[in-house]
């Protein structure tokens, strides 16, 4: 049986996940799904991932969500490039410090700002306050001067020399701003030249090709159908505004 992964392109998680298996030439069946439509609620997509997110795999009778995860599995069945999830055991651990650490930091804040620039004004129809899009961007500020302090330093990639799952993860996130049209690297020199870096080792083609939903997400938000996410509204405005 032929593996299948499950992805929306427009989320960052999917997007590294789609991202490693291509560029290590794991061979799947892509299934394109909308969260936004709310597919992952559905009965069928309940039977693959109960948590309802994206990503998630099927491989033969093998279910498995989360992002990470998931790409860890593939390491080992795929036996990807060590410098991916390296053997070395403190490269590692730096690899699972960045993992561990950008869940509540670079995640969160960097996926605010497509929420509170883009999605909940513009597809909701709702302004979002000064004062809490005045913290948003705070927020994000300080994480990626966290990234480039703390996680980057002086290095070429997180770990060093070689990309690895952590960059991987990483520039998705930070990616995410981009499409509700703030420059996260204008002004940040060092971040800049880390970006150019992991597109060049992932393939521009390919880094460009994952990040069409978001190149494309201010002309995207226009033609989205009010009926098909005014179930998400309620949720999300109580998520970010109550």
């Known amino acids: 049986m032929s593996l299948e992964i ?11 996940v789609y991202i490693f298996a291509k560029k290590n030439d794991i061979q ?10 709310g597919y992952q609620y559905s009965e069928e997509y309940g039977k693959i991932n109960l948590l309802r997110k994206a990503p998630a795999i099927k491989d033969g009778d093998f279910y498995l969500a989360e992002s990470v995860a998931i790409m860890l599995y593939l390491t080992e069945k795929f036996h990807t490039p060590d410098h991916w999830y390296p053997a070395d055991l403190q490269k590692r651990a730096r690899v699972n410090e960045y993992l561990s650490w950008q869940h509540s930091t670079i995640r969160p804040h960097g996926s605010k700002m497509m929420w509170f620039k883009l999605l909940i004004p513009k597809a909701f129809g709702t302004e979002i306050p000064k004062e809490k899009m005045d913290n948003a961007v705070e927020d994000l500020n300080s994480s990626l001067n966290l990234f480039e302090e703390k996680f980057l330093q002086d290095r070429p990639f997180i770990v060093g020399d070689q990309i690895s799952l952590a960059d991987l993860v990483a520039i998705v996130e930070i990616m995410q701003p981009v499409g509700a049209g703030m420059d996260v690297f204008e002004n940040r020199p060092k971040l800049k030249a880390w970006k150019d870096r992991v597109r060049a080792e992932i393939g521009a083609e ?4 994952a990040h069409q939903a ?15 996410i005014e179930h998400f509204k309620p949720k999300i405005l109580r998520y970010f505004l109550s």
């Open 6 to 16: 499950y992805l929306d392109l427009f989320s960052q998680p999917c997007r590294s």
């Open 28 to 37: 799947f069946d892509y299934k394109k799904i909308s969260l936004f439509e």
């Open 206 to 209: 390919l880094f460009d090709e």
């Open 214 to 228: 978001i190149f494309y997400a201010q002309e995207a938000v226009k033609t989205m159908d009010p009926e098909k």
